[in-house]
């Protein structure tokens, strides 16, 4: 059982963005392009509010992963009924995967893509992330309605 799911996704979160800075600078290295994303900034924001139980940031993340979750399943359905293109690029995290993808490895790319967003969504959504970010938010206005 996880104690704190709030601090769980905060490190979460913060570990994405990590892992792009230095997926930019590898690219950089392997291309030769320095491709500067600014999500990774994004994420640190968003693993601080988590991390710190903001329940705006919480319906935030669950509303944004849901839609993530319906916009990379209509994705792979269009592509499992058509094919890719053979003029494509597709890039993940900058680096580009085209031929793994016309080598037929599409379910195995989105099985391995959706699990991003759908950590978060599911966790966020359980009874125990709900009590945990009402309960802070609860504590916290009641300490500023009862100064004694």
């Known amino acids: 059982m996880i104690k ?12 994405i963005a990590c892992i792009q800075i230095i997926i930019m600078f590898y690219n950089q290295d392997l291309t030769g392009d ?9 994420n640190f924001l968003i693993g601080y509010y988590l991390f ?3 329940s705006k940031a919480r319906k935030f993340v669950i509303v944004f992963s849901g839609v993530m979750m ?10 499992s009924i058509n094919e890719i293109p053979e003029t494509s690029h597709i890039r ?15 379910p195995t790319l989105f099985a ?8 978060p969504f599911f966790l966020l ?15 916290s206005t009641s300490e500023f309605q009862n100064p004694l």
């Open 92 to 106: 993940l995290f900058g680096i580009e995967i085209s031929n793994l993808v016309r080598q037929g490895q599409l």
């Open 34 to 42: 320095l491709f500067i994303q600014l999500s990774f900034l994004v």
């Open 112 to 119: 391995i893509s959706i699990i991003f967003p759908s950590i």
């Open 125 to 139: 959504r359980t009874k125990q992330a709900m009590a945990e970010f009402s309960k802070i938010g609860n504590i």
């Open 4 to 15: 704190d799911i709030g601090k769980l996704l905060g490190i979460y979160f913060s570990f």
């Open 52 to 54: 710190n139980h903001n």
């Open 70 to 79: 319906l916009l990379q399943s209509s994705v792979f359905i269009y592509y």
